[in-house]
């Protein structure tokens, strides 16, 4: 029963690994389809969206039969447990990437500083390595990796405020440009969005490896 318990949970984590993949991919398509202002991205992004809920769904059946099946303990249990609320946290992260690429079409045609494009970048870029580095820590059981994440979700947090008030000193010397400037603060409310996902993940690592809770600034 055991090996069979772990020849399906060895499954189901390529299933996950593939999944995360995809949502990763369709999140750095997005940020580049509004850093490039590229109207083919950001549709390439909310295409491969459905094939990123066709596969949430499998998983989710996965580790539902594995459970009902196998009835595991411990570590075993506590995985799935993580499994299920990483896949969902994944799930979201994908409508994320979406929401971000939907944004691209109100910023065309419309000038704005170099700044917002950069900015906005480098804040994607530090989530995109929190997500990874999440969903590594998960797959090889590595708690100090997770903990890595949640030291660097202030930085993001740190640099979403700051993103924030140069949108607000752009805003204050040109209110006609509030549209735009809402499209902005939206991109990188959700890009900050996707940091916090990763942060859950990261959590649930650490409680699946240790059985520590550490939500809520435990830990």
């Known amino acids: 029963m055991k090996i069979h318990l772990q020849k399906e949970i060895d499954a189901l984590k390529k299933h996950l690994f593939h999944l995360s993949a995809l949502v990763e991919e369709n999140l750095k398509l ?4 509004v850093y490039e202002d590229d109207s083919a991205l950001a549709k390439t992004v909310k295409a491969k969206d459905k094939e990123i809920d066709k596969i949430e769904v499998e998983v989710e059946e996965e580790c539902l ?47 704005s500083p170099a700044i917002f494009g950069d900015k906005l970048n480098s804040l994607g870029e530090k989530a995109r390595a929190m997500l990874r580095k999440s969903l590594e820590s998960l797959m090889e059981m590595d708690p100090a990796g997770a903990r890595f994440v949640l030291e660097s979700d202030d930085e993001v947090d740190a640099d979403y405020r700051d993103f924030i008030g140069i949108v607000r000193a752009e ?7 509030a549209d735009l400037m809402v499209a902005w603060i939206l991109a990188a409310k959700a890009i900050e969005r996707v940091a916090d996902l990763a942060t859950n993940i990261a959590e649930d690592t650490i409680y699946t490896v240790e059985g520590e809770i550490v939500r809520h600034g435990g830990g």
């Open 30 to 33: 997005s940020i580049r389809a």
């Open 171 to 177: 805003l204050a010397g040109d209110s006609a440009a």
């Open 65 to 111: 039969k594995i459970l009902a099946l196998h009835q595991p303990v411990a570590v075993d249990l506590r995985f799935l447990i993580a499994a299920l609320k990483m896949n969902n946290d994944l799930e979201r992260i994908g409508d994320l990437a979406v929401n971000i690429a939907g944004i691209q079409p109100r910023l065309r045609s419309e000038t």
